[in-house]
């Protein structure tokens, strides 16, 4: 069985910076070789964040230029950098990830099988 542990999320002031972290666990045969980052604001649905496959990155156009989606495959471990935060980046951050090969990021949270706890990350003005 695969665990996906977050951290890193908290209060933080506009224009100030967070990262996030997805470490997996429990099966050492897994592989990560595909991860996204969603996240959910206060009455409205999850939404794709970032995503990272073999070679690639997917963003949303509302983070592009402010977060950066990356991996340490010798960690399982999968980051999310975000910078200059705005009050509406204000959600539940949650990370997915797979063990399915693609070249292309998957942004659909129906492909991923695993799941992490999330993590609250506020943005004050």
């Known amino acids: 069985q695969v665990q996906l542990s977050e951290s890193g999320g908290g209060l933080v002031q506009a224009g100030g910076s967070v990262r996030l972290s997805c470490a997996a666990s429990?099966?050492?045969?897994?592989?990560?070789?595909?991860a996204g980052w969603f996240r959910q604001a206060p009455g409205k649905e999850r939404e794709i964040v970032a995503a990272?496959?073999?070679?690639?990155?997917y963003y949303v156009d509302s983070v592009k230029g402010r977060f950066t989606i990356s991996r340490d495959n010798a960690k399982r471990t999968v980051y999310l950098q975000m910078n200059s935060l705005k009050e509406e980046d204000t959600a539940v951050y949650y990370c997915?990830?797979?063990?399915?090969?693609?070249?292309?990021?998957?942004?659909?949270?129906?492909?991923?099988?695993?799941w992490g706890q999330g993590t609250q990350v506020t943005v004050s003005s």
């Open positions: 429990g099966d050492n045969t897994f592989s990560m070789y595909t």
């Open positions: 990272i496959s073999w070679s690639r990155t």
């Open positions: 997915a990830a797979d063990s399915k090969f693609s070249i292309v990021p998957m942004t659909d949270q129906r492909q991923y099988n695993y």
